[in-house]
């Protein structure tokens, strides 16, 4: 095995904006192993600390399951949120293993969790203890209703969240198809939100020199991106519903059928209204249709209007046309298409690495470049695969070791 620097030194990862950071991460699941991966791209240490049993719930979630030769299987789940992380395992119910946790700690920058409300502080880290172990330390709690409140104690899962928060009302075919999002969203907002505090709480650090806990939860996050349909509801007294594939706001907006399949346009202005009819052969002053307003009144005329002419013509030529005259549009890929895409893989979006057991494989990568202002990329371009279980265990040995 590959020997690796003790936890406190820089990352062996090639330099990013994080190098040098020590983040410990007792998550779980989807929402705190993606926010403690983003970090990772950005060039943190992060030391996923697992059960030595069976690990992280993901790396049982399937299929599907990729195995090679007689090596044990792994979930194309677990690979989705662990790359760039290195792997211990700790019994956080066995004293030694506790204090090899604690140790850690006291080196470390960052700690995220996302037990439920209570558990950390029975397993003998509460805040308190945490402070006394490392004051500078950044701890991220995410939680899936909340730290507090009447409804505390529940237990965050993704779908459930996005029922609860609202998120599916909003989401399907209308108001009697209700459907959840096709990515588990609450868990991934949560963990982006995670991120986003963590890096406003190591800014706070520099001038206070004291870590501080930052919290967040599944309900928070989905409530945190009602955008439009929030203010519907707190301004103007509106509950919004399913609307399918057209905007309930906007209109021309929205997903319709072709010759041969199927685009997607968005006529977000009023001088894009006037490129689209003009382009089409149409009358931008037909009565019920001047204004966005009126549109979005009579959707359903406009909508059967604009797709009298696209059934006319095939996708590509509609999106050459639509080109042309500069309205937005584009057509539904499916996801192997996206990851074949020349442009998705133009922006750095799929990464070659190499898994110990499953040898070179590609995942998705990174959303975020970072560039010189003299236009010099300085983006990570070199990453590591997600770890199997233990692959990393000789940094607790060492720690035990120094403790």
Not at 189 to 216: C, D, I, K, N, P
Not at 217 to 236: I, M, N
Not at 248 to 272: H, K, M, N, R
Request: negative net charge.
């Amino acid at each position: 095995m590959t020997e690796h620097p003790h936890p406190t030194s820089p990352s062996p990862a090639p330099a990013g904006p994080l190098d040098g950071l020590v983040v410990v991460d007792l998550t779980r699941a989807l929402a705190g192993p993606h926010a403690a991966m983003m970090l990772g791209d950005l060039g943190a240490d992060v030391i996923k600390v697992e059960h030595p049993h069976g690990g992280d719930d993901t790396r049982g979630w399937g299929p599907p399951f990729v195995q090679t030769n007689s090596a044990p299987r792994e979930s194309t789940y677990f690979l989705c949120a662990n790359r760039n992380k290195r792997s211990v395992t700790l019994d956080l119910k066995d004293d030694d293993d506790k204090g090899a946790l604690s140790a850690l700690l006291a080196r470390a920058d960052v700690l995220m969790e996302n037990f439920r409300p209570g558990v950390l502080d029975r397993l003998g880290f509460s805040h308190q203890r945490l402070d006394e172990l490392n004051p500078r330390l950044v701890v991220l709690s995410i939680s899936g209703f909340g730290h507090d409140g009447p409804e505390a104690g529940r237990a965050g899962y993704d779908q459930i969240a996005q029922g609860e928060a609202g998120l599916m009302s909003v989401t399907g075919s209308g108001p009697d198809d209700l459907q959840r999002v096709g990515v588990p969203i609450a868990d991934l907002l949560a963990g982006m939100y995670g991120a986003f505090g963590v890096l406003a709480a190591l800014q706070e650090r520099e001038r206070t020199g004291r870590g501080q806990v930052v919290r967040s939860s599944l309900l928070a996050a989905v409530v945190g991106v009602h955008a439009f349909q929030g203010t519907k509801w707190t301004v103007a007294g509106q509950t919004g519903e399913a609307t399918g594939n057209h905007h309930p706001s906007i209109c021309p907006y929205g997903l319709f059928d072709t010759a041969d399949g199927a685009v997607q346009i968005a006529v977000g202005s009023e001088g894009l209204w006037q490129r689209f009819c003009t382009g089409f052969a149409l009358d931008a002053a037909t009565p019920g249709m001047e204004s966005n307003p009126e549109r979005v009144a009579n959707q359903k005329r406009v909508n059967e209007l604009v797709q009298s002419v696209f059934t006319l013509r095939t996708t590509d030529e509609l999106l050459e046309m639509l080109d042309r005259i500069g309205v937005p549009a584009g057509r539904i890929r499916s996801i192997r298409e996206v990851y074949e895409w020349e442009q998705t893989r133009s922006q750095g979006l799929v990464i070659g690495v190499e898994h110990d057991t499953l040898g070179s494989i590609e995942l998705p990568g990174p959303p975020l470049r970072f560039f010189d202002p003299d236009g010099a990329e300085r983006t990570r371009r070199s990453h590591t695969a997600p770890p199997v279980l233990g692959a990393d265990n000789h940094l607790i040995d060492a720690l035990r070791v120094r403790s």
